[in-house]
């Protein structure tokens, strides 16, 4: 079975750890990724980490940093060239790659599916409104990465197959326990500093801890600036460290500072937080961790860590606080994070249900 990927989420060097499990599941696979990706944080390039088994091939983008009208200008000579049997296009379907990826792919005759986070009901005007409906009517499958995305399709009109699937899920030989070394107890954040992912009341509950704590900021994004300054505000400027945004391989080995991972997301108008593969990658870890209720992130965490009201400072500093004064509760946390992650987002096994689509088109 030959499948071409496209996606632009694969320039991330440890995100292809899941295209050498794809590979090893007797696929030929062939990756499109553009050369870099521009977002609130700035240029991503591509990092070829994993790249064993599968060909990945960088070609141009055209719109680069624009999420809905960026596209692959090439990408019909890949097609003729690759001849694929599937088309998977890494993609959610209100964007101008996917409908043109789509278009291409129908026409050479290969099978295709897209793949979609949004878990609200978004709408959007023309022609985004008409291309949406387009490839909802003539795609062949649909990957949703949760349960209420699969929902907020089918309330869209989505009426063929789908498959509820996460885009990736993270590798159990990169992210692994550690020995931990004396420190102070250490909090952690790593994603996007933006005003959704609510890393002010972060800073907040922080702020009111007893005792010597020190507080990880990995990332970057708008809000830097403003948090550095409420930081200091808050007079803990000297026990927060912002680390500023790593190279996907240099994640790993930030999880081993750690005592805790925080992930206090904030349901906004037009977003709620759709999947936290930090805190998957947390909890491989052997790290306890500690989410609010947005969106898909108590699903994720399934027990294995605490949830607290997104927005809610004194309950997420009561969280902390519990586990800054019991090591043997992270511990256990830590331990029962790391099983219910590796019983359910590595890497091989979002593989594997990834072929079984391949599979059935």
Known sequence: MRVLMLSKACIVGIYQTKLEAI???????????????????????????????????????????????????T?????????????HIDEEPYNAATWHALWLARRAGAKTLFFSW????????????????????????????????????????????LSVIPQFGS????????????????????????????????????????????????????????????????GIAERVCF???????????EYAELDVLVLPSLTRPNWKEQFGRVLVEAMLCGVAVIGSNSGAIPDVIGGAGLVTPEGDVDALRAALAELQAAPALRQAWGEKGRAHALAHYTQARIAQKTVAVYQTL
């Open 171 to 234: 590798d159990e030989t990169l992210f692994k326990p550690t020995p931990r070394r004396e420190r102070p107890f250490t909090i952690g954040f790593i994603g996007r500093l933006v005003p959704e992912k609510g890393v002010a009341v972060l800073l907040e509950a922080a702020a009111g801890l007893a005792g010597d704590w020190r507080l990880r900021l990995v990332g970057g994004g708008t809000l830097r600036a403003a948090l550095a300054a409420r930081a200091a505000a808050l």
């Open 75 to 87: 990408l019909g000579r890949e097609i003729a060239d690759f001849r694929p049997d599937v088309v």
């Open 243 to 253: 680390l500023g945004q790593l190279p996907s391989t240099r994640i790993p080995q």
């Open 23 to 73: 590979a090893r599941e007797g696929v030929t696979l062939r990756v499109l990724v553009p050369p870099s990706w521009r977002d609130e944080r700035g240029t991503q390039p591509l990092e070829r980490a994993f790249t064993t088994g599968y060909d990945l091939k960088a070609i141009p983008i055209a719109m680069n940093g624009s999420f809905h009208t960026h596209f692959y200008p």
């Open 118 to 161: 949004q878990n609200i009901a978004r709408r959007y005007p023309p022609p985004f409104a008409w291309g949406e409906r387009w490839v909802l009517r003539h795609v062949d499958h649909a990957i949703m990465g949760t349960e209420s995305a699969a929902q907020v399709w089918r309330q869209k009109g989505y009426t063929g197959p």
